[in-house]
């Protein structure tokens, strides 16, 4: 793999400096912290943080701090895309800072974001190998079955918004 993209996943405030790094939100935290523990693994010297939310200091640039503050490694070559606000965005800037069109890159994002993700940047001729963040399983187990959960309500959101963007996707194309 040639390098690794890093997708953000949104800010929870507006951020007082570069190094506020409270202003991540959730997502944007945990897939910073994730691929700063796989890195050395992957092998991977070259990133792209793509994420243009925010006002002022981008989201793109909060992560790439971070990053650089948790990977004790060698030296990483950090591009921040600090425009892309959606997917499609992110894909379109990397595909145009490729240095080699047959080139592999590794896929942050969340699982449910992934599918999506990954379809956009294929889309896009960016071959990608994905690596999810997290895995927001959550087992059945007595007396859940029984009990609504306000969680579930949040899954059902983020799963219908994956499906409509998935689905939006498919009639941009055809």
């Known amino acids: ?8 996943g949104g800010l929870s ?6 190094n506020d790094w409270s202003a991540l ?19 991977s010297q070259s990133v792209i943080i793509s ?10 640039e909060l992560m790439t701090d971070l990053l650089d503050n948790l990977y004790s490694g060698k030296p ?8 892309a606000i959606r997917t499609q965005e992110s894909a379109l800037f990397v595909r145009a800072n ?31 190998c994905p690596l999810a963040s997290g895995d927001s399983y959550v087992p059945y187990g007595f007396p859940g079955w029984f009990i609504p959960q306000k ?3 949040a899954k059902f959101e983020l799963a219908w918004h994956e499906l409509g963007g998935l689905l939006l996707l498919w009639w941009a194309n055809r």
């Open 51 to 60: 994420g243009g939310s925010g006002s002022g200091i981008k989201e793109a």
């Open 151 to 153: 969680s579930a309500l």
């Open 13 to 18: 405030k507006t951020a007082s400096g570069k």
């Open 76 to 83: 990483l070559d950090i591009i921040a895309d600090v425009n």
């Open 98 to 128: 490729m240095p080699d069109e047959n080139a592999g890159y590794y896929l942050v994002t969340s699982d449910w974001h992934m599918a999506r993700a990954q379809a956009i940047f294929e889309h896009h001729g960016i071959k990608v």
């Open 1 to 8: 793999m040639s390098g690794t993209i890093l997708l953000a």
């Open 25 to 43: 939100g959730d997502e944007s935290l945990s897939r910073t912290v994730f691929l700063a523990s796989q890195l050395a693994r992957l092998n």
